[in-house]
């Protein structure tokens, strides 16, 4: 299952990979993505607990996290939010 935002939008959208017969860290599986989102890759914000998965996901310019725990990403938005608010 991917759990991907979109920067250009305000919304959160879960897609899940079985339904493109793909496994990640595929990365057939991140264009399926970026299709279905309709937006750059620069522009969606990837969290995986897998640095596998998250490596393959840089490797095509989407912003990616490596996160172990819902705590963890919840600690890193926040981080985000920061360094955003000091631009």
Do not use: Y
Not at 7 to 36: G, M, N, Y
Not at 40 to 66: G, K
Request: hydrophobic share 45%.
């Amino acid at each position: 299952m991917f759990a991907f935002t979109s920067a250009s939008r305000s919304w959160f959208q879960t897609l899940c990979c079985w339904i493109w017969a793909v496994l990640k860290p595929d990365q057939d599986i991140f264009h399926h993505v970026i299709e279905s989102l309709g937006t750059p890759p620069r522009n969606i914000l990837f969290f995986d607990d897998n640095r596998a998965n998250v490596e393959t996901a840089r490797q095509l310019s989407i912003r990616s996290l490596l996160a172990r725990s819902s705590e963890e990403v919840s600690r890193q938005l926040i981080q985000m939010g920061k360094e955003a608010n000091m631009l």
